[in-house]
Every structure is written in structure tokens, then in C-alpha cells.
């Protein structure tokens, strides 16, 4: 019989790569990339603190996508996409949440503000920890799936009201820098932040194929325990 090849040989490389990307953008953040003037180091955290919250909101662009797609064709693939990118999403405003106020205590003598940006992303966490309760207590229930598809899709609506919010009200948040009209970010920093953003995307890609397999592994164990072929009930 022949072998057949390995449909799955550029997942180590991938890895690799990814790990590479990671060790670059954080020498980029801690040793290229200048020392602001005004903050010193602890500007620093800016190169972690702003991709994880890139990668949140494209981790709950792809659950609102996911469950769009889950809706109209009820295909449970689309549906374990949405589980996994919700839950890599999770992890990563939990960081933007815990870097932000790491960044703010020596900014602003205080670790939390009920500023606006804080806020809306205080409340976009509660959102998706309350996705991840519904899959939890409705786990590999169809009605559950269509459940939790919706509110991913009405949940995505915070993302755009974070994003915007450092625009629409007065804020202690830093506004927007790489588009600023005082000329944003010294060039080696825009850099940094490039590198910085490209691997964290790159990880993000990598965890989102890993538990995608998972949980489509799990779904298959429970389809084969509940003697049925595949799908939901």
C-alpha cells in the first residue's frame, strides 16, 4: 500500500514559524523600538497590549462570521470555529485587561478608571465569558449552537463601540497613534508595533487551527458515543 502523505506536514513549521515571529516582535518591542520620552520603558507594553487587543477583536470578528455561516447552513463546522475563536478570543482581551492597567498605574496613579475605552472592553469580556457559559451548559446541543450563534453576532456589536470609543468620548485612554494628526508614531516604533502584529496574527492562525482540531475531535467522540454518524441532534 502506499504511503500517503501527511496532509497535515506544514503544522510543525507553522509552529516554528510562529515561534520565531514571536521571539522577533518581542525583541523588536523591548530592544529596537526606542525609549519614549515622557513614558521611558513602560511604554514598552504598548507592543503587547495593542495586538492582543487586535487579535480579540479578529478572534470575535470570525465567531460573529462563524455563527453567521452556522445560521444559514447549519454546517457544525462553522459552529466549532466560532467555539474556538471565541475562546482564543477570551484569552486575549483577558490580556489586553490585565496590560492595560499595568500600563495605567504609573501613568495615571491607578490601575482602573471607569474611562470609556476601559469600560466598553470590561463589558466585551463579559460578553464572550457569557458565550462561553451558554456552550458550556448546552454543549453539543443544536439548539444550544444556534443559541450561542446569535449572541456571538449581537455580541460583536461592542466591538466596533470599543474601537471607537477613545473618538467618541473624552477618554484618559491614549487616542489613536499610528493615524495621528501630530504625526503618530516615530518610525522605529511603527515598526516594532508591525512585527509585533504580524506574530501575534500568526500565533492567533496557529492556537485557532489547534483547537478547532480539538474540539472537532471532541464533537466526533460524542457523535460516536451517541451512535450517530456526525452532526448535531
Known sequence: MPHK??????LLPAIAASAVLMAFAGWMALIFAPTEQSMGDLQRI??????????????????CMASIA???????????????SAEIGVLFITLVLITGPLWAKPRWNTYWTWDARLTTSLILWMIYIGYLFIRSFTKMQARGSTLAAVYGIIGFVDVPIVYFSIRWW????PGAVIASSSGGLATEMLIALLAALLAFTSLYAVLLYLWYQYLHLEHQLYAWKSNR???FE
Do not use: Q, T
Open 170 to 173: 473624552r477618554n484618559l485612554h
Open 46 to 63: 504598548f507592543y503587547f497590549h495593542v495586538p492582543s487587543a487586535w487579535i480579540s477583536f479578529l478572534a470575535f470578528f470570525i465567531v
Open 5 to 10: 502523505p501527511n496532509k497535515r506536514f506544514w
Open 229 to 231: 454518524s456526525g452532526g
Open 70 to 84: 452556522y445560521l444559514v447552513n447549519r454546517n457544525p463546522k462553522w459552529d466549532l470555529l466560532a467555539a474556538s
